[in-house]
């Protein structure tokens, strides 16, 4: 059966999207060689923020307002804190592996609505969610010392995290524009992550600076080709997508600096995106009970 024309656009822009999240782990990776990860953070946030500007002067103030803002702001928290886990994951582990554990978010998703939107799952998310699971055992390898294994938690964290901003985000998406939900995201993100620049360890580099300010470019950009995507197909159709950008990441590492992870973390990788394109395929099997 051929394609509807929607979902063809849609695709396109959620590859787009997700390749420019690609880009951003990358370019935030180079940044932290010569910067604090605050700082890159930070700089990247801001940047995004800046860029958003023109849009909100163009719609005025009034496009600001809201009748959802804790949902809002908690969206803008958890996501803020999911970027920030996962720039700081990546410091520790290889960057496919960080970008993984950060894109763990959908298998964390239904039981996140078991718990707080009293959902019930069929057997088929219950399998999936399992096969996740054995993934992330794979790449994450515990011992009895994973809780020294500073990268891989931080970076499971990060996909935590993100899974409740998700979340949030399908609870503002009928009621928000998206333009107006990812200025609050990066807006707050930035202020949020301001007072922590005094804690920081010295200070940018120029060379750190330019990455982080090009990841920024690049983070506004993915959120916006998504907001599109969304647009012309649905979520179960295209969200598939997201695991795209843990090829690129290993196609960009394996290019630029010849770094190929071993067969037991490709099969976690497999396992993981297997268990999360189903869940994202399948989402409308989650029912929700009344609160």
Same mark, same amino acid.
């Given at each position: 059966?051929?394609?509807?024309?929607?979902?063809?656009?849609?695709?396109?822009?959620?590859?787009?999207?997700?390749?420019?999240?690609?880009?951003?782990?990358?370019?935030?990776?180079?940044?932290?060689?010569?910067?604090?990860?605050?700082?890159?953070?930070?700089?990247?946030?801001?940047?995004?923020?800046?860029?958003?500007?023109?849009?909100?002067?163009?719609?005025?103030?009034?496009?600001?307002?809201?009748?959802?803002?804790?949902?809002?702001?908690?969206?803008?928290?958890?996501?803020? =804190?999911?970027?920030?886990?996962?720039?700081?994951?990546?410091?520790?582990?290889?960057?496919?592996?960080?970008?993984?554990?950060?894109? &763990?978010?959908?298998?964390?998703?239904?039981?996140?609505?078991?718990?707080?939107?009293?959902?019930?799952?069929?057997?088929?998310?219950?399998?999936?969610?399992?096969?996740?699971?054995?993934?992330?055992?794979?790449?994450?390898?515990?011992? =009895? =010392?994973?809780?020294?294994?500073?990268?891989?938690?931080?970076?499971?964290?990060?996909?935590?995290?993100?899974?409740? =901003?998700?979340?949030?985000?399908?609870?503002?998406?009928?009621?928000?524009?998206?333009?107006?939900?990812?200025?609050?995201?990066?807006?707050?993100?930035?202020?949020?992550?301001?007072?922590?620049?005094?804690?920081?360890?010295?200070?940018?580099?120029?060379?750190?600076?330019?990455?982080?300010?090009?990841?920024?470019?690049?983070?506004?950009?993915?959120?916006?080709?998504?907001?599109?995507?969304?647009?012309?197909?649905?979520?179960?159709?295209?969200?598939?997508?997201?695991?795209?950008?843990?090829?690129?990441?290993?196609?960009?590492?394996?290019?630029?600096?010849?770094?190929?992870?071993?067969?037991?973390?490709?099969?976690?990788?497999?396992?993981?995106?297997?268990?999360?394109?189903?869940?994202?395929?399948?989402?409308?099997?989650? &029912?929700?009970?009344?609160?």
């Amino acid at each position: 059966m051929q394609e509807s024309p929607n979902i063809i656009t849609g695709s396109l822009y959620a590859i787009v999207a997700f390749f420019c999240m690609a880009v951003f782990g990358i370019l935030a990776k180079m940044g932290l060689e010569s910067s604090p990860v605050v700082w890159v953070s930070f700089l990247a946030y801001l940047t995004g923020t800046l860029v958003l500007v023109p849009f909100i002067a163009t719609y005025g103030l009034e496009y600001l307002k809201s009748e959802h803002y804790p949902f809002l702001i908690g969206r803008a928290l958890f996501g803020t =804190a999911a970027s920030f886990l996962y720039t700081i994951s990546i410091q520790y582990i290889p960057i496919v592996n960080g970008t993984l554990l950060f894109n &763990t978010a959908p298998i964390f998703i239904p039981l996140l609505s078991i718990i707080f939107l009293k959902a019930r799952l069929e057997k088929s998310l219950w399998l999936a969610v399992l096969i996740g699971f054995i993934g992330i055992i794979i790449i994450i390898k515990p011992t =009895a =010392a994973i809780f020294t294994q500073t990268g891989n938690l931080v970076g499971l964290a990060s996909g935590m995290s993100l899974a409740i =901003a998700y979340l949030l985000m399908k609870l503002l998406t009928n009621t928000d524009p998206g333009i107006r939900i990812i200025f609050y995201y990066l807006g707050i993100g930035t202020l949020v992550q301001a007072p922590l620049l005094y804690f920081a360890e010295g200070y940018p580099t120029l060379e750190g600076s330019i990455y982080a300010i090009i990841s920024g470019l690049m983070l506004v950009i993915a959120q916006l080709a998504l907001i599109k995507g969304y647009h012309y197909a649905d979520a179960s159709q295209i969200g598939v997508y997201q695991y795209s950008s843990i090829v690129f990441v290993g196609l960009i590492e394996w290019m630029f600096w010849d770094n190929v992870p071993p067969l037991s973390d490709l099969l976690g990788i497999l396992l993981v995106a297997i268990a999360g394109m189903i869940i994202i395929r399948n989402g409308h099997k989650i &029912t929700h009970k009344a609160l």
